[in-house]
């Protein structure tokens, strides 16, 4: 996704539901919602966020990383989307990922249980977004209208 693309994206997102978007790390358990997202570049805390949706009753479960001396995000147990952002590197744009888990461990049972269906859905709603408004390249692969122009200019897309 280039920065246009991304830019809808988001905005899709946004009309669509209650969006937080949450950085990868915080210094404590609270994980104060992002006001604006960085230039990406190679440091992953420009680049890696998750992305909630208020409307899901499940809470995020976070996690304290002593090697880091940070708090982390369980993406397993949390009903949350992984957002690895593209960035650009010489003329080469790196892709961009989004993926989520949707099972959790419920502790009462000791089980893996399904998370709400409302957050499935929340996520095909993206992953249908991006299949309408964007170009299918290989198999899991999608290119958006800004990512394109990128490559027609000369970039190269990996």
């Not at 002593?66 to 993406?75: A, R, Y």
């Not at 892709?95 to 957050?119: S, T």
């Not at 299918?136 to 970039?155: I, S």
Request: proline share 7%; hydrophobic share 40%.
């Amino acid at each position: 996704m280039s920065k246009e693309d991304e830019g809808a994206f988001l905005q899709y997102l946004r009309s669509s539901g209650d969006l937080v978007i949450l950085p990868a790390t915080s210094s404590s358990s609270d994980f104060p919602p992002v006001a604006a997202l960085p230039e990406p570049s190679e440091d992953e805390a420009t680049r890696k966020f998750w992305l909630r949706n208020r409307a899901v009753s499940l809470p995020i479960v976070t996690e304290f990383v002593p090697e880091k001396n940070c708090f982390v995000i369980d993406g397993f147990q949390s009903p949350v989307v992984e957002l690895l952002r593209s960035w650009t590197v010489s003329h080469m744009m790196l892709g961009g990922v989004i993926r989520a888990d949707m099972n959790y461990l419920d502790n009462g049972k000791q089980d893996l249980v399904p998370k709400p269906v409302e957050f499935k859905d929340w996520f095909d709603s993206m992953q249908n977004w991006i299949r309408r408004n964007f170009k299918h390249l290989t198999l899991l692969t999608y290119v958006g209208p800004g990512a394109q122009k990128f490559r027609e200019q000369g970039g190269f897309l990996h």
